[in-house]
């Protein structure tokens, strides 16, 4: 079974510049997850879709970040215009079906470097 | 507030040492309960979930954990670690109901040869 692929692995932008991440979820894998890491701490939520509808993006900044995820698959997560405290991993991973419970099947990640 | 506190940050151990690792969160409710491991280079992936049942889990590699609901902990055990074993380790709260999954700030992992 492949596993969720995310690109860029790694990407280095200068502040105020725009970048975007791409994720392919695990085939059947209804519910997907954006999640930010920053260097020393845990991963945060930043936007859930189940299907290609949003479940909950309260703690996306949505000034800047905007994600989405058409025809329940692929899903891309976009910054514009970055700034500095935006450097992190930005995780993608996906659940298996609708529910609330079950782990998580997370990528690789998108290291970003904001400059 | 709700949180997920992993109280060590950073843990070095000799090989066959015996590891615990704490976990506590402050959801009330039902929660389902995971550790997540990261080895350097790789991605995250689930070590071992708690959903029901006997509160006394094993996961993969010889890892197990216990959780204790009046404690409102998961804390994760090995009796004898080893080099590869080097990662970080990140405790995760989901509780049920709710969307996302919460995780704490995670406890790096250092075994010396």
């Known amino acids: 079974e492949a596993g969720v692929a995310q690109s860029p692995r790694y990407k280095i932008i200068e502040k105020r510049q725009s970048v975007a991440f791409w994720c392919n979820p695990i085939?059947?894998?209804?519910?997907l997850y954006w999640y930010q890491q920053i260097l020393g701490q845990g991963p945060k939520l930043l936007i859930q879709?189940?299907?290609?509808?949003?479940?909950?993006d309260s703690q996306l900044p949505k000034d800047r970040f905007s994600a989405e995820r058409l025809k329940g698959v692929d899903s891309t997560l976009k910054i514009q215009p970055a700034k500095l405290e935006d450097s992190a991993v930005y995780l993608c991973?996906?659940?298996?079906?609708?529910?609330?419970?079950?782990?998580?099947?997370f990528g690789e990640g998108s290291r970003l470097t904001v400059l | 507030a709700q949180s997920v506190s992993q109280h060590n940050h950073h843990v070095i151990l000799s090989e066959a040492a015996s590891l615990e690792l704490g976990c506590n969160y402050s959801?009330?409710?039902?929660?389902?309960l995971f550790w997540y491991v990261q080895y350097p280079g790789q991605h995250l992936q689930l070590l071992l979930k708690y959903f029901s049942g006997d509160p006394l889990v094993k996961g993969i590699k010889g890892f197990e954990a216990e959780f204790i609901k009046s404690k409102f902990s998961f804390n994760l055990r090995k009796p004898s670690v080893q080099w590869s074993d080097t990662a970080e380790y990140f405790c995760?709260?989901?509780?049920?109901?709710?969307?996302?999954?919460?995780f704490g700030a995670g406890t790096r992992l250092t075994v010396k040869p």
């Open positions: 959801y009330g409710g039902t929660v389902n």
């Open positions: 995760a709260v989901n509780v049920v109901g709710n969307n996302d999954m919460r």
């Open positions: 991973a996906c659940r298996v079906g609708h529910t609330n419970t079950g782990e998580l099947f």
């Open positions: 085939s059947g894998h209804a519910t």
């Open positions: 879709f189940q299907n290609n509808g949003v479940v909950d």
